[in-house]
DNA sequence: GCTAATTGCTAAATGGATTTAGCAGGCGGG
DNA sequence: CCCGCCTGCTAAATCCATTTAGCAATTAGC
């Protein structure tokens, strides 16, 4: 309206027009409580910073204060697994309602990258660093400036004690407890268990906790696995040949308690192939609450991992001053047609 | 090793230890080309830089250059649609490559969001925006410091020129080739048009050119569809009912043509239940690639949307001061079972 | 031998906000 | 009347790297 506006305006610009200094600007602009600044200094830099639609230069705030209002998520995957993209999404509602921004960095879980990733962050003065672990494993954190708040989210760490995890121990036990209330007492197979995985070596470091939550809700109502049919990698052609070895082995069995839902889709493949039908002949739990997981038909019930929780979860813990420990999401029963 | 380092390395630390000035040691790490300072000066600058482990602070270094080597992403959607993970994908890799970091932002599609991101984009400074657009629709842009570059990201903008899109022309026509090479003729069913997709208003802009490039080669061919059948949505629920009724209406049907690979899946559905046997029966082609095309039985024959690839390419115009108009990017033929 | 040009480098300004130290004027207390 | 205190505000330092203008010492040129 007024002109043309060539450069940006400055705090130095309102102070002229609001007729005071910049040191008097900024204290009010920043809402310093303390301030002597009269009422009337108030309402005309207010004025005069709405008029000429002031934006701080958040690089010279930054150069001066530390801050950045930004914060770091440094994941080893991103793409590879469907996973993050919640995680990635709850961190970035979270991180807006704060009124920070992410700052996503990818390290594919090579310890070059991941210095890289964590100096790239450091140099730009994040204000915290989230790590998303997507596989369980011990990230190598250069020295990092001790003030550097860190929240470890779906992984946990021995150097920084905060972190996010899903409750697995308890998901674990509310897929048994699923398949008990609807009756399945003898005829229960487990679809997925490995020792590697139980280790947490290769896989998300919590599927241990989610197992041993299985085993032991199984203790608690007197039951035991008819079969346990263990794998390596959880892909649905994994479940389907599982789950056909089970038919054919075991044909008394009424349920398959998978430890995915990818395996739990391959299932859904060998029970359409020998002509059995869910839950009917026989039912079904997964875990995870993959996309598939409502695609299937019938819907697959399933225990959801919570990862937008987790990642709202995360950038709040980052930005509280006091937290510390282990903060366990709990994992929803999504209850659809498969039991 | 040497003593506790409270405080950060500045360049003022470097030049003391090389014993010239801050000035020099500038200009010998920004690697200026006329300098004119000897071989001696380089040496211990690059020296002293590297013992004392500098690394420049990109607050300072923003505020005089105006370069922070930070993209911001602002997409409207994230976790909402699988898509936008490739897109990052790329689009962080390409970064990466660059030396540079990405600003993830999203708006959910509402104008006052996206506001509100790319000022928080501006306020830092970033060199550059990326928006990507998982729906097509005009994005409403404030005015935005002339300078800075702008790519559209599947999507186009009449505001800004410079764009990166799947090339749906060719791939439509890609998806009839291949039935027609397989000896289809005149048992083929379209599944998913519609006319309101085809004027791009609440899907991708590029569907239009997925449709219109599929009537191209089949008029090319000489062939005609035998139905079309069209919904409102691309859920595979939509079409297991579409598939179903072209069973029932149509059995001498032989191939479905699948807007998208969930609607494919749900047509394996309808299939299963009606025992016809993939591709022996009915030959099936996809798009898109999705995640569930590999899951399948057999696997989905699709039209691969090229994601990571588009977003690498985003990345790459964004920082190439001379690019301009509309680039495509193929859309790879993912040969599997179904046909 | 003396000016002019070149070489090698530095002092100081700059970018924009925050923050400390402190100034001037008014008021109260003794 | 004088000292001290409070009020309302400002000057200047600071964060750190980049960049311009320019100084001193050589070397070249005639």
Known sequence: MAGLTKKRVTLADVARLAGLSSAAASMILTGRPDTRLSAEAHRRVHEAAAQLGYRPNLAAQALRTDKTRTIAFISDYVATTRY???????????????????????????????????????????????????????????????????VMLNGTSTRFPLSVLPDELTGGHSSVDLLYAAGHRDGIALVGHNKIAEQGLFRSETVGRRIAGIHAAMREHGLDFAVEESCWEWEPHHGFELARKVLAQRPEITALLCLNDRLAFGAYQALAEAGRSVPGDIAIVGFDNDEIAGYLRPGLTTIALPHEEMGRASVRLLLSPDASGEHLISMPVVVRASI
Do not use: K, S, Y
């Open 84 to 150: 993050a993209n919640g995680l990635i999404r709850g961190a970035l509602a979270a991180a807006q309602e704060a009124g920070h921004v992410l700052l996503l960095l990818e390290t594919g879980g090579e310890p070059d990258r991941e210095v890289q990733a964590i100096e790239a962050a450091l140099d730009r003065q994040v204000d915290g660093i989230i790590f998303a672990a997507m596989r369980a494993r011990e990230i190598f954190v250069p020295t990092l400036p001790a003030a550097t708040p860190v």
